[in-house]
């Protein structure tokens, strides 16, 4: 698997398959080789703190941790099933309220068993990252060494 189309198509794949990804109506916005850009939009009964608008950490932490599976999934070296081993966000400001979240994941590194990730999120603002991650998944790639 070499081309963007199928690198998109493994990623809505992958996407489609989990419920919660359904719920939160993500979508594949890019997959590349160890890349993948997701999305979600805000949406009122995602909101964290009804006073503010601001969407719940939990919506964003499922989008980062889905961007990172995904982009392990589109890695060169691509696994043909993977799991979250080790995700730590930090969150660095509110998302603006009413805008669309965007997670870029980037898988740097992959042993025999495990793949690095990092990855941000933002908001349409441009006002810096919302969020960003580091995460390690883990591998298997049946019966393929």
């Given at each position: 698997m070499t081309d963007a189309a199928d690198r998109n198509r493994l990623a809505?794949?992958?996407?489609?398959a989990l419920p919660h990804c359904r719920a939160l109506s993500m979508r594949v916005d890019e997959a590349a080789d160890g890349m993948a850009v997701l999305s979600m939009p805000w949406a009122e009964e995602l909101?964290?703190?009804?006073?503010?608008?601001?969407?719940?950490?939990?919506?964003?932490?499922?989008?980062?941790?889905?961007?990172?599976g995904a982009a392990v999934l589109c890695h060169p070296e691509a696994a043909v099933s993977t799991a979250t081993m080790d995700l730590r966000i930090?969150?660095?400001?509110?998302?603006?309220?009413?805008?669309?979240?965007?997670?870029?994941?980037?898988?740097?590194?992959?042993?025999?068993?495990?793949a690095f990730v990092r990855a941000e999120a933002f908001d349409e603002s441009g006002d810096?990252?919302?969020a960003v991650a580091n995460g390690a998944f883990t591998i298997d790639r049946g019966d393929r060494t």
């Open positions: 809505l794949q992958f996407i489609s909101v964290g703190d009804p006073r503010t608008g601001v969407i719940h950490g939990g919506a964003i932490s499922a989008l980062m941790d889905t961007s990172g930090d969150y660095m400001r509110a998302a603006t309220p009413r805008e669309r979240i965007t997670a870029r994941a980037h898988c740097h590194h992959v042993t025999r068993s495990v810096g990252p919302v």
